[in-house]
């Protein structure tokens, strides 16, 4: 019996499927930006966690570190030379990862548009 619907009946069928597509994939889009800004917010509170450490680490530890090479003989200003140096550096590599986080291209919902290419050339072979 179903071979013999009207056009009507057919158009209206893939109008409902088509709206449904959408829909799912609509769902999937938000589903999948509800993740990257989940990441987001983590490579945020990663990056702000870093900076407290620095900051509060570079008061006690760098001035120990000091301290430290000035006992071994070190001058005063190359001790805190070598010391600030060491302290650039791993400030840079904390804030680095967290600003990797952060990159636009990881925010890209990838999997809602794999979807959609799927589901394009799904529609192409069909309609081909």
Known sequence: MDQYRSLGAVVTDLLHEGRDLFRSEVALAR???AEKAARMK???????????????????????????????GLTLWLSSLIVGAAALV???????????RLKARTLIPTRTARQL?????????VHA
């Open 31 to 33: 589903a999948e930006m």
């Open 42 to 72: 983590s490579g945020i509170i990663a990056a702000a966690i870093a900076a407290a450490f620095l900051i509060a680490s570079l008061v006690l530890f760098l001035q120990a570190a000091v301290g430290g090479l000035m006992a071994a």
């Open 117 to 125: 290419r799927r589901d394009a050339a799904l529609s192409r072979e």
């Open 90 to 100: 791993i400030g840079a590599i904390l804030l680095s990862l967290g600003l990797a």
